[in-house]
């Protein structure tokens, strides 16, 4: 017997990250999923963001890792909430995984809520977890050619922050090639050039962050 | 390895299917994926055998079809599918007619879902 289906494989994940979404939509909370390759500095870009939005936003993150709470124990350093999720070796989030790690959280009053991936360009894009944004990191040790091997990722993303911009004189990293390809299916995504290290070029960053929040007040 | 959430997403909705409908035994599963997914069909291939060994569900065949990357072009609005050298779909190539590069909708290749179950 041959039974017609035509159902999205990833229902299950696609069913509970919406219900997510209308659960932090409920409560106005921004929601931030953040991807980059490992080391590309998602949790630098958390600790500066953190601390210098501290009195601004109230703000918690939710770590995801295959093994250890270096990350999290990095974010709560700031002050802010921070749980972390250990993937077990899994290579991405799934919504079923922040939808446990809520368990562990208080939302209430939040106004931003960011999602720390695993390290991974590939696997998380396929997941949603009840974002409002993707958000992708690249840095400038990794290779310009980033975006042309991992299209999928920048081009669900709305925003991408290039850091370690600090590191441009000793690396080959065509900023204009990396920009190009990120914008090849998504014309109009921002590029914010950054150094965590050194704050350079945070502050347009955090308008879009402020913008962003605006909007789901 | 993301394969592995798939396939067992994939066999969690077989399972349900073919209990709905009275049957026991899996012969054939169809699924699409698209050309811009990150499904390696190998991993997929990989990760049903591991998976079924030793279940009900076990010795069925799994059919994959890759959905063609659809890209319309954000100038004139023509839809292409552009290749490389090795046959493999590309998403970055200028529009064929006009020839804009950048800012090309992706109007197909984000794909995937079963088309249909085989069981008795």
């Known amino acids: 017997m041959k039974i017609p289906v035509v159902r999205k494989i990833l229902e299950a994940n696609d069913r509970i990250a919406a219900d997510l979404k209308d659960h932090f939509a409920a409560k106005h909370i921004l929601v931030l999923n953040l991807m980059s390759s490992p080391g590309a500095g998602k949790t630098s870009l958390l600790e500066k963001t953190l601390g210098d939005l501290r009195g601004e936003f109230k703000m918690a993150v939710i770590e995801g890792d295959l093994q250890t709470d270096n990350d999290a124990r990095r974010v709560a350093a700031t002050g802010a909430q921070a749980v972390q999720i250990n993937t077990e070796g899994g290579c991405h989030l799934s919504s079923s995984m922040v939808a446990e790690a809520l368990k562990s959280l208080d939302i209430e009053g939040l106004d931003i809520l960011f999602i720390e991936n695993v390290g991974n360009l590939v696997c998380p894009a396929e997941f949603d977890v009840g974002e409002d944004f993707k958000i992708t990191l690249l840095s400038t040790t990794e290779g310009d050619d980033k975006p042309e091997k991992y299209p999928l990722m920048f081009n669900l993303s709305k925003a991408m922050v290039l850091n370690k911009i600090d590191l441009l004189p000793h690396v080959d990293f065509d900023m204009a090639r990396a920009t190009k390809f990120a914008r090849a299916l998504n014309k109009d995504l921002p590029v914010f050039a950054v150094s965590c290290r050194t704050g350079e070029g945070l502050g347009a960053w955090y308008d879009w962050l402020r913008a962003a929040r605006a909007a789901k007040a | ?120």
Request: aromatic letters at 6%; proline letters at 5%; charged letters at 20%.
């Open chain 2, 1 to 120: 390895m993301h394969e592995l959430s798939i396939v067992q997403s994939l066999l969690d909705l077989a399972e349900k299917e073919m209990a709905a409908n009275g049957l026991t035994k899996l012969l054939r599963i169809k699924v699409i994926y698209g050309g811009l997914t990150a499904v390696v069909p190998d991993a997929l291939e990989l990760g049903f055998e591991a998976l079924t060994a030793g279940t009900p569900l076990a010795g069925g065949v799994l059919e994959l079809e890759e959905a063609p990357v659809i890209l319309r072009c954000g100038k004139c609005g023509l839809e292409f599918s552009p290749k490389d050298a090795s046959g493999r779909y590309g998403v970055f190539a200028p529009c064929p007619a006009c020839g804009e590069e950048i800012g090309h909708a992706v109007a197909g290749g984000k794909e995937l879902f079963i088309e249909f179950i085989e069981a008795e």
